[in-house]
């Protein structure tokens, strides 16, 4: 716990404006730094709690040798100057997550899941099924839910859920999970991390100071998975392996089917491994299997991921916006057989579009959006698929609107960030759905 503390807090959004709230009961000077203009009511309510906000483009002009630790929003990059000039004077730098990590002090049981893809889904159908089995869990992390506005909630033998991102696991330091679940791994967010392998060795964090007490779930078919695994100390349990796989009629727990696949919403290889993992944590928490077979006959997804949005004159919109990387948007290209009108791009991070190339048979055209929109074109025309350039989402609508014909699935699945024009992905999510409902 932070007492008698001199904290700077650097990006605000609602992981720094939660972990601020907590930290002010510990006679701690805060203050929390922005380069945009925050909610009124917000900045007003820290106010009241004796913390300040600046907005400004360089926290580093306020940071100096007097600070004890500087708490980083996860969207930060960990070469910031200020996050530099902090290393460079010897002041810590975490996150929320590590910070609200320690005001856990009652006995509970931590499960961590992260992976390259996958994340969303695993979690939420994981808490669905603990919920429907009538088990106290807390859902949080990088879904949405700062761990600083759940810690206070937490009673003894509570279960706390945790959707990890590797922006979040870089700057972890003494952060464990219990059971912690790794559901693949790819090479994304290379912008952020330098290299494929640093972004590896970030995601092996999940598993920091396990035991042969502490139990890792990997994914077998997933080669950089079980390389980067091979040798931590904790007990592993595998999915798509010969005992626990996706059969040609269903999902199979120690080689016996669990569920029909005619039984599951939820359709997708991809889903099935996530379906996989929720089998694997519910059985380790001796679990009855029921539970996750009427969660999966009700289960219709996660919002922004291969989100059905509205069928219109025999069209059919999708709204996969969480797809920010390549990997993701394969996913989605392999779960329609029919023609795609395929919205692609966003941010600027060196991703791959080559990668989608071997999967772009049923693209009928791409419609390219945002800073990448330029390397978008050129994917398309290497690979003689017809493709138009617009600059906002918005324009790009309009035009599909006009050519998009009956039998036709419209497509958002960016393989991009959103944060070229967006906050948060959701809102780029949220203005699709809107345009299209409208």
Request: proline content about 3%; hydrophobic content about 35%.
């Amino acid at each position: 716990m932070l007492e008698n503390k001199k904290i700077l807090i650097l990006g605000m959004a609602r992981s720094g404006y939660e972990v601020a709230k907590l930290l002010s009961n510990g006679n701690n000077k805060i203050i929390v730094t922005d380069q945009k203009d925050q909610d009124i009511e917000k900045v007003n309510e820290l106010k009241a709690l004796g913390i300040a906000f600046t907005k400004t483009s360089e926290p580093e002009n306020i940071l100096n040798e007097t600070f004890d630790i500087l708490i980083k929003n996860p969207a930060v990059f960990p070469y910031h100057p200020c996050v530099e000039k902090a290393r460079n004077l010897g002041i810590p730098v975490v996150n929320e997550m590590e910070v609200a990590y320690h005001y856990i002090n009652k006995p509970i049981k931590i499960i961590g899941i992260t992976g390259s893809n996958g994340k969303t889904t695993t979690v939420t159908l994981i808490h669905e099924v603990l919920k429907k089995a009538g088990l106290p869990v807390h859902l949080g992390g990088n879904i949405g839910t700062p761990l600083s506005s759940i810690v206070n909630d937490l009673k003894e033998n509570d279960i706390l859920l945790l959707e990890i991102s590797d922006h979040q696991l870089i700057d972890m330091v003494d952060f464990k999970a219990d059971i912690s679940v790794l559901t693949n791994l790819c090479p994304t967010h290379l912008d952020y991390h330098g290299s494929y392998e640093k972004y590896k060795e970030v995601k092996r964090k999940i598993f920091n100071h396990h035991t042969n007490k502490d139990i890792a779930i990997i994914n077998a078919a997933n080669y950089d998975s079980m390389e980067l695994t091979k040798d931590i100390a904790s007990t592993k349990y595998y999915f798509n392996n010969k005992e626990n796989y996706i059969g040609e009629d269903g999902i199979y727990m120690d080689s016996k089917k669990v569920i029909d696949k005619k039984d599951i919403i939820l359709k997708g290889n991809h889903n099935y491994e996530n379906i996989l993992v929720t089998y694997l944590v519910v059985k380790l928490l001796n679990i009855n299997f029921k539970y996750v077979t009427e969660v999966l006959k009700e289960f219709k997804g996660v919002e922004h991921r291969l989100e059905f949005v509205r069928n219109i004159n025999g069209v059919n919109y999708y709204n996969d916006s969480k797809s920010t990387n390549p990997t993701s948007t394969i996913t989605a290209l392999n779960s329609f057989d029919n023609n795609i009108d395929l919205i692609l791009g966003g941010m600027e991070r060196s991703q791959d579009f080559n990668d989608l190339s071997p999967y772009s048979s049923n693209i009928k055209k791409i419609y390219a959006i945002g800073e990448v929109r330029k390397r978008v074109m050129e994917f398309a025309e290497k690979n003689n698929i017809e493709a138009e350039e617009f600059e906002t989402l918005s324009s790009a609508m309009k035009k599909i609107k006009e050519e998009a014909t009956s039998g036709d699935t419209v497509l958002l699945s960016p393989a991009s960030a959103s944060w070229d024009q967006y906050l948060r992905f959701e809102d780029r999510g949220e203005e699709f759905k809107k345009i299209v409902n409208s």
